[in-house]
């Protein structure tokens, strides 16, 4: 059985810095792409990052890019995600996936972990 634990998200002024944590069980993370999706309310689910364990390629949403960065401990089958400079636009449910592929994960992950609340205030 795949399983996702997101953990991390909490409260913190805008220019703070957050270290989003997803420990999975079930699978291991060199087979697969891993990532973070987030949705505000009222806002379409957005992509923000993922890796593909196969060949270490990174993705990053244009909005995040420069601030946010992914990495994953194999050996603890954990990834993080390191949020700098929030913004109060970063403000909104955080959720780690997983997918086979970089093309269906972009579409819809089949594995999701529960959320992690992020508010960044202004």
């Known amino acids: 059985e795949v399983q996702l634990q997101a953990s991390g998200g909490g409260l913190v002024q805008a220019g703070g810095s957050l270290r989003l944590s997803c420990a999975a069980s079930?699978?291991?993370?060199?087979?697969?792409?891993i990532g973070w999706f987030r949705q505000a309310p009222g806002k379409e689910r957005e992509g923000v990052s993922c890796?593909?364990?196969?060949?270490?390629?990174?993705y990053y949403a244009d909005s995040v890019k420069g601030r946010f960065t992914i990495s994953s401990d194999n050996a603890k089958n954990t990834m993080y995600l390191q949020m700098n400079s929030l913004k109060p636009e970063d403000t909104a449910v955080y959720y780690c996936?997983?997918?086979?592929?970089?093309?269906?994960?972009?579409?819809?992950?089949?594995?999701w972990g529960q959320g992690t609340q992020v508010t960044v205030s202004s």
């Open positions: 079930g699978f291991t993370f060199d087979d697969y792409v």
């Open positions: 996936a997983a997918d086979d592929t970089i093309p269906s994960f972009m579409v819809s992950p089949d594995h």
């Open positions: 890796i593909s364990r196969s060949d270490g390629s990174t």
